[in-house]
């Protein structure tokens, strides 16, 4: 680097008494810069990747399919999920709706895990089952369980209205509006 | 006998070169990262583990559904446009006026139904956000949705391996909505949709986590 000649050659000499000016040094530390520069360099990093949105994946079957072409789910290995209004969430295993059960988006993981390990893989079939108050948000966080839980077999299919009428019953009593 | 001495040396190094690779790797970064547009459509879309990255640019048709339950068609794709909006003009059997196919192509999104697609296209940017926009009519028979859906499959032949269909739904949006734009595709015999979310790590001593520590990569 370029450091300036600050002694004073050539010119007038100073008497014998006069102070010489203390050289100060043209250095600067620049660690505190260095900091602040990795510093913005992480905080740019860590929120711009956030914002790039993925994609999940969702197919369909067709409506019209032949009752010899539907799938054939044991009682055994069946759980139902229903989305209610509010968040809520609620659940059965095999195919009385009666023995519905509230949960929680926080508890179904559990509820899940543990139907999973009592049920041979083959048998195991999820039913996710949104009501007409629930919202899309409940809806991918239910199907993002099923890729949490690795769950190869599961169905999206509306709620039918006995189960509708369950879960506007259990909401009443718990106050849910 | 005489010890060599060890020449002390200063323990401060100069910080000259890492200050500037550190404000250089910076500068690239703010001038690399492209800004969000400001949207005109403002959606808060889910969280989801999904590790697929979503392209929007590119033969992308997104049908996004707000917080009120409307729908709106955005063709980010500016080369399909024109085609999809022909292809349109050819299943309801009526034309736009030239103007207003110009002010097709300028605008990001399609927000009316097709009778009311002249007003919708005069309006400027401005006046979009502040008018409480109708969005594309789907009923249980699809509405001008399905007809949307078949003008822009038609714009690439048919062929459902290039186009994308994305939903783009917000998380205060109803299920039947999304159940009646399902119903829409199903119409035009599309069965498989990407739906938009952010992403999210994910939960620790979950199945995924295990793979996920494995390396094990999701499926695309």
Same mark, same amino acid.
């Given at each position: 680097?370029?450091?300036?000649?600050?002694?004073?050659?050539?010119?007038?000499?100073?008497?014998?008494?006069?102070?010489?000016?203390?050289?100060?040094? /043209?250095?600067?530390?620049?660690?505190?810069?260095?900091?602040?520069?990795?510093?913005?360099?992480?905080?740019?990093?860590?929120? /711009?990747?956030?914002?790039?949105? /993925?994609?999940?994946?969702?197919?369909?079957?067709?409506?019209?399919?032949?009752? *010899?072409?539907?799938?054939?789910?044991?009682? !055994?290995?069946?759980?139902?999920?229903?989305?209610?209004?509010?968040?809520?969430?609620?659940?059965? *295993?095999?195919?009385?709706?009666?023995?519905?059960?509230?949960?929680?988006?926080?508890?179904?993981?559990? *509820?899940?895990?543990?139907?999973?390990?009592?049920?041979?893989?083959?048998?195991?079939?999820?039913?996710?089952?949104?009501?007409?108050?629930? !919202?899309?948000?409940?809806?991918?966080?239910?199907?993002?369980?099923? /890729?949490?839980?690795?769950?190869?077999?599961?169905?999206?299919?509306?709620?039918?209205?006995? *189960?509708?009428?369950?879960?506007?019953?259990?909401?009443?009593?718990?106050?849910?509006? | 006998?005489?010890?060599?001495? +060890?020449?002390?040396?200063?323990?401060?190094?100069?910080?000259?070169?890492?200050?500037?690779?550190?404000?250089?790797?910076?500068?690239?970064?703010?001038?690399? %990262?492209?800004?969000?547009?400001?949207?005109?459509?403002?959606?808060?879309?889910?969280?989801?583990?999904?590790?697929?990255?979503?392209?929007?640019?590119?033969?992308?048709?997104?049908?996004?559904?707000?917080?009120?339950?409307?729908?709106?068609?955005?063709?980010?794709?500016?080369?399909?446009?024109?085609?999809?909006?022909?292809?349109?003009?050819?299943?309801?059997?009526?034309?736009?006026?030239?103007?207003?196919?110009?002010?097709?192509?300028?605008?990001?999104?399609?927000?009316?139904?097709?009778? %009311?697609?002249?007003?919708?296209?005069?309006?400027?940017?401005?006046?979009?956000?502040?008018?409480?926009?109708?969005? +594309?009519?789907?009923?249980?028979?699809?509405?001008?949705?399905?007809?949307?859906?078949? %003008?822009?499959?038609?714009?690439?032949?048919?062929?459902?391996?290039?186009?994308?269909?994305?939903?783009?739904?917000?998380?205060?949006?109803?299920?039947?909505?999304?159940?009646?734009?399902?119903?829409?595709?199903?119409?035009?015999?599309?069965?498989?949709?990407?739906?938009?979310?952010?992403?999210?790590?994910?939960?620790?001593?979950?199945?995924?986590?295990?793979?996920?520590?494995?390396?094990?990569?999701?499926?695309?």
């Amino acid at each position: 680097m370029a450091e300036l000649d600050t002694s004073s050659g050539g010119g007038h000499k100073k008497g014998p008494g006069v102070k010489k000016a203390k050289k100060l040094s /043209t250095r600067v530390d620049l660690t505190p810069m260095v900091d602040l520069g990795f510093l913005l360099i992480t905080f740019f990093i860590f929120t /711009t990747t956030l914002s790039q949105p /993925t994609t999940m994946k969702l197919f369909m079957p067709k409506d019209d399919v032949k009752d *010899e072409d539907l799938t054939k789910i044991k009682e !055994s290995g069946a759980l139902n999920i229903i989305m209610g209004k509010s968040n809520g969430v609620y659940y059965y *295993e095999g195919m009385d709706p009666s023995q519905l059960k509230a949960s929680s988006y926080k508890q179904i993981r559990d *509820e899940i895990i543990k139907k999973k390990a009592s049920t041979p893989a083959d048998d195991l079939f999820i039913t996710i089952k949104p009501d007409k108050e629930s !919202s899309y948000k409940n809806l991918v966080a239910i199907l993002d369980e099923m /890729t949490i839980n690795d769950i190869k077999r599961y169905a999206i299919d509306p709620a039918n209205d006995v *189960e509708f009428a369950l879960v506007q019953r259990t909401e009443q009593a718990n106050g849910i509006h | 006998m005489g010890r060599a001495q +060890v020449k002390r040396k200063s323990t401060a190094i100069d910080m000259t070169a890492m200050c500037d690779v550190a404000f250089l790797l910076l500068s690239f970064f703010i001038l690399t %990262a492209q800004f969000k547009p400001s949207e005109a459509l403002p959606v808060t879309i889910p969280n989801s583990v999904a590790a697929k990255a979503a392209k929007l640019t590119t033969d992308a048709f997104v049908v996004t559904i707000n917080p009120e339950g409307k729908v709106f068609i955005e063709l980010s794709d500016e080369s399909i446009r024109e085609k999809v909006l022909n292809n349109m003009e050819g299943i309801k059997g009526s034309k736009l006026s030239a103007g207003d196919e110009g002010a097709f192509k300028q605008s990001n999104f399609i927000g009316a139904p097709w009778d %009311a697609m002249p007003s919708f296209l005069s309006m400027t940017p401005e006046q979009l956000k502040k008018t409480d926009l109708p969005g +594309v009519p789907v009923d249980s028979t699809g509405g001008d949705l399905r007809d949307w859906i078949s %003008a822009g499959l038609q714009a690439y032949g048919g062929d459902m391996d290039r186009i994308h269909f994305i939903i783009k739904g917000d998380d205060s949006s109803r299920y039947p909505v999304f159940a009646s734009v399902l119903g829409a595709f199903k119409k035009n015999n599309v069965y498989r949709f990407q739906l938009l979310t952010s992403p999210e790590a994910p939960p620790q001593g979950t199945e995924l986590y295990k793979q996920y520590v494995k390396g094990i990569k999701q499926e695309d």
